[in-house]
């Protein structure tokens, strides 16, 4: 049998200014179904963007995206990657950091994530990366050309994940999570 | 390129009657983010169940069991099965039954399917069977023994999904509807 899939809770961020992705770190943030109290992605509905481009821009959808969780481990491989010494969770936009989830970004749709005050997050999606982050990156190391353009790349599937609130709670800074897999599915027709 | 994957909506269904699970059809059902209109499972939350052991019993967690679906292949498979000439989708509390979506039932987890008046309904997952709906076969074929406890056997993998809506809008009989799946994920650790 398997041990079981842990982790800790580095860091906790919200972010109330929506004129920027950048988010703050706070010790513990309370969760509602719809999201991080005090964050600007919270909410139990959203506008379609270009993330979800099967839908005319600007429909009401279910809010799918209220979490961005980060790995420390992957963040360091990016930073790795465009020569940086370090890329914090919070140019990213980043709620949750963790450390010690192996491959954090590639965890599957429909994985649940339990914290110990009972807030339990369902896995929506890989966080795709876009420029936006690297923009953010970019104004921290001003001096260094081209990070705006080599983000996507660098983070391509280490850039996290974004999910939803199944259970509502609170999350701390240094939680142990447990994480819950889905049972796997084959499909082809 | 594979064939774009479709079916039909056969029979679109509610239950508001808690005392059973045997819903009736309808021409043509509102779709709110709640789920069907007039339906005993719709509600953005729902108490946890036997079928969510990881929650202390009677939890308010999110509902994303709002739509039951079935598929009349399935269903025929499972009549067969037990050697009945037909099994309703109204006895096993469906609010959809579809044609032509092969192994319905096996869709993976967050694959949507987009309805022609807007709706987009999200899978959260295969519909486990239970003797339940055995108990609802078995009031319509009183003389043929042992039923109920037949059906959970005879129904694996083939009783449907459920899931919840992305998407609002409205459902009718008849519609075409098309089936995205999620992207492939393989994570193993």
Redesign the interface.
Known sequence: M?KK?TGTVKHVMVGEDKHTLETSSIPRVQVT?EGFVGDQHAG??RLSDVRVP??PRG????N?RQVSMLSLEEMADIAAALHLPEILPEWLGGNLAFQDI??LT?????T?I?FPDDT?LVV???NLPCTGPGEMIQQHYPIIPKLVQAFPKAAMHKRGLVG?????GYINEGDTVWV???SP???S?
Do not use: G, N
């Open positions: 398997k899939l179904f139990l509905t099967h839908y429909t009401v959808i279910r799918t192996p491959l590639m965890l599957p749709p429909s649940r339990f339990v929506d999606a890989e939803w609130v199944e259970r509502v819950q897999l889905p599915v084959t499909y027709y």
